[in-house]
């Protein structure tokens, strides 16, 4: 694993570190971002992973989200995991900033020249889960997970896919129907294929049919003021799929928000609580 | 001024947004960040205006120190200036970290090739105050001013300079006098030349000894395990300065912190309401 610490920054009298790792997964390093609370010095404690969205590394929610000081208060740890492989090349990896770099989809691709690195799914639900739990004081037991935007897509079809592991799920502004909007069909289509039975395993909408979800209600923020809302985003769609599966969802649009951090920040202390409820 | 509007993101329940508009005190674009509290759509608010260190923007503040969240509690306006001119350019200008782009110290630079353009100080205190005193809801009489490293230097002097201006300072990790630093002496002289006589106006220690402050205590946060502690900060001279002229001062010597935003957005709730209380 060669785990390397490349960050330790005291925050609200806890730690915020970033660290690297060789992964398996992905056949390459990748970085990671850990916020211990004070909590931890005592024993294991709950966790929420956050999975970020198009463009961001593991930097973007550590530094523009401010939710250390409400996973201090909680006792709360944060992992946030990059969004795809990182220092390899793949030709047309970064020519467009929603494919490739920055872009993985959280799916295992199985299309060349992607399948030998982007497999993000199996990074997060295997490699780095059992990393998290093998080298640091955290209760896998405990696991929340949310994200932003590709990664709303991503923490709610992992949560649904393994509620197993994870307990309690939310989203700011997630992909609702990857099947259903261009940037979900260039992901899927790129990394996985034309096949669109493959695409069902990656889409909440799918997957509150087929699987359903029987933990705490699912907590979804959206911006009205978001310009990705209807032609992306869709959380019209997941309110029908929710509704058709009988999964609770507590979706709050928020007026005049848009897709930035501005607006995840505003209401990150929420999802935290939320977490911590049922964890 | 032809006055420009570059960005404006809902947040937390206000309005964060970034301005551009053409500068008489240096001679080019400037750019400025203003959060509004909600409580600024019914009426002038108090204000704190925050000046960044080293290598900043704007944008450092607005997006890693999680202000905006207490400000909108407080019904505080946040002003957040560039640290230097931009969009010109000088010879030597990026040659260096601490010296040129994103480091003009809050000086008024004297000596030539920098003295048409560096000229932070009456941009902010002159220019800048007026600006935004006369376009936003913004009491001006209600004024506080806090910054981090150059930008604590910057506050604290700018207050001792204009205390009918500013009625409330505090800083973090400020460089406590850049008479007695190698950032300081750098600048100083570059800026301004080699006659010291010149450097006392914009030395904190050297202010408090010939002007003194009798506003309410100055509040400082030091992290002790800043890097910079001993060779550029030296919170030591300023805790000798404020008791020599009879100052209080408030310096909390935060264990394990670093120089890192993370360190700012620990206690930026305390500086806000800190000064509120006295606003």
Request: proline fraction near 6%; glycine fraction near 10%.
């Amino acid at each position: 694993m060669k785990l390397q610490k490349r960050a330790d920054h005291r925050c609200f009298g806890g730690s915020q570190q970033v660290w690297s790792h060789e992964s398996e997964a992905t056949g390459c390093t990748m970085r990671f971002g850990l916020y211990l609370p004070p909590q931890a010095a005592g024993g294991r404690v709950p966790v929420l992973w956050w999975l970020s969205g198009l463009t961001c590394t593991e930097e973007n929610f550590i530094t523009k989200a401010g939710a250390q000081r409400v996973a201090a208060e909680l006792g709360l740890a944060l992992v946030t995991p990059d969004t795809s492989p990182r220092g390899i090349t793949i030709a047309g990896d970064r020519e467009a900033w929603d494919f490739g770099l920055g872009a993985g989809f959280y799916v295992d691709a199985t299309r060349d020249p992607w399948a030998q690195h982007y497999r993000m799914r199996r990074y997060i639900v295997q490699e780095l889960r059992a990393l998290v739990q093998a080298e640091f004081p955290i209760d896998d037991a405990r696991t929340a997970m949310s994200g932003h935007s590709m990664g709303g897509h991503g923490a709610l079809t992992i949560a649904l896919t393994a509620p197993e592991w994870v307990r309690s799920a939310s989203a700011f502004a997630p992909i609702a129907s990857p099947m259903r909007c261009p940037w979900g069909t260039k992901a899927l289509t790129g990394y996985l294929g034309d096949d669109q039975a493959s695409w069902a395993a990656y889409d909440t909408t799918a997957l509150l049919q087929s699987r359903g979800w029987s933990g705490p209600p699912l907590l979804v923020d959206q911006g009205e003021a978001d310009p990705f809302v209807d032609t992306q985003l869709r959380p019209d769609l997941l309110e029908q799929a929710c509704a058709a599966a009988g999964v609770p969802l507590c979706l709050r649009r928020q007026a005049g928000y848009d897709h930035s951090y501005f607006f995840v920040s505003s209401f990150i202390e929420d999802h935290l609580r939320h977490h911590r409820a049922h964890l």
